[in-house]
Structure formats: C-alpha cells, structure tokens
T-cell receptor, first 113, second 110 residues
C-alpha cells in the first residue's frame, strides 16, 4: 500500500547509544518531516525537508540529525541517546501542490534507559 | 501562551449526541487550518481541512473565525467509533511548519 513506512516500531536504547530511525514514502512527496509526540503536548517538529538535498531544523532539533539523499527516504539519527528523548516519533510527508495535510507513518516508540 | 490551544478534555458524550470542540491560535497571519484524528497509540490522520467559508463532510462540520482566531469542529450524531483524540493544526503559507495543538480527547459512551 502507498504511504509512509517507518521502522522500527519499537526500540529500547541505553543512554549514550546511537541509532537511526528509518522513514520512506512512495507518494513522491517533496515535503517530509520528523515529529516527536510526548504526553500532554502537541506534536513538535524535529527536522524537515522540502526536497532531496535540503533539510532544516524544526522546533526541537538538538540531539538529532537528518539527511535527504532521495525523495523517498528521510532517516532520523539519534547521536547519543538521552532519557529525555524517550518519546513517540512520527515521520510524515506532504504534497505541497495539493496542500492536503500530512500523511504519517505508524510511529516509532522509543525508550531510552 | 501556546500558539495553538485546545481543551484537553476528555469529553464524555453519549452516543447520538452532538459535540463541539474549539481551538484557538495566536498568530493572526495563519493561513491553513486542519483537524486531525488520532486513535490511541496510532498515528494522526487527516480528518478535514478548514476553509474560510466553513465546510462539511458528512457528520462533521468545521468552521473558521479569523476575527476571534479560532476554529471549531462539530460532530453530529456521534458514533462509538468517533472516540479518539482530535488535533487542531495551523499553518502559515510562508512557513512549511505546522503548529499542533495538544488535542482534545473524545469518549463516546453507549
């Protein structure tokens, strides 16, 4: 099915470990974003990209890196995991031409111990 | 003040009732508005866009009040399956970033 695919669905990390959350979309959307969702708070933007080779920081970028080498893929790297990064992470993509809302992946539940 | 504010609820509503949510936003230059629905432990899904003249999609009606800077969502004849968290989202045309409310939780009771 077309959409946004995120892996893994669940992950437990130890403090200081690094890892990459994968995100891929097959809708040829130019815009892609990474959000984190914490209890009682709205989704907060970590990083976003408006096209291949272009990335920018969102509201809460510290501790995360991204790259966009292709239109389809937008991985999120945690450089040195901290307990404060325990959260649910969502990748999303959007077609700016139609201006429909974002399509989200199913999320990654990350726990840092 | 949060940029997008919603009553967190929960709203406990009997099946068949009508329920309304409001959402206020702080940036008067905001241009695009959306309602998303998020089921427990799932990803947000677009429910509907909100247009200046108001719009309806079946049992759902969305309205925008630019003067007072709020948007609303009305659900008529509520169903058990409407139980979810409803997220209000605001966007400026010149900004690729969306600003998300924390959501209003709705529980429909039989």
């Amino acid at each position: 099915n077309a959409g946004v695919t995120q892996t893994p669905k669940f992950q437990v990390l130890k403090t200081g470990q690094s890892m990459t959350l994968q995100c891929a979309q097959d809708m040829n959307h130019e815009y892609m974003s990474w959000y984190r969702q914490d209890p009682g708070m709205g989704l907060r933007l970590i990083h976003y990209s408006v096209g291949a080779g272009i990335t920018d920081q969102g509201e809460v970028p510290n501790g995360y890196n991204v790259s966009r080498s292709t239109t389809e893929d937008f991985p999120l790297r945690l450089l040195s995991a901290a307990p404060s990064q325990t959260s649910v992470y969502f990748c999303a993509s959007r077609d700016p031409v139609t201006n429909y809302g974002y399509t989200f992946g199913s999320g990654t539940r990350l726990t840092v111990v | 003040r949060k940029e997008v504010e919603q009553d967190p609820g929960p709203f406990n509503v009997p099946e068949g009732a009508t329920v309304a949510f409001n959402c206020t936003y702080s940036n008067s230059a905001s241009q695009s508005f959306f309602w998303y629905r998020q089921d427990c432990r799932k990803e947000p899904k677009l429910l509907m866009s909100v247009y200046s003249s108001g719009n309806e999609d079946g049992r759902f009606t969305a309205q925008l009040n630019r003067a007072s800077q709020y948007i609303s969502l009305l659900i008529r004849d509520s169903k058990l399956s409407d139980s979810a968290t409803y997220l209000c989202v605001v966007n400026m045309d010149s900004n690729y970033q969306l600003i998300w409310g924390a959501g209003t939780k709705l529980i429909i009771k039989p």
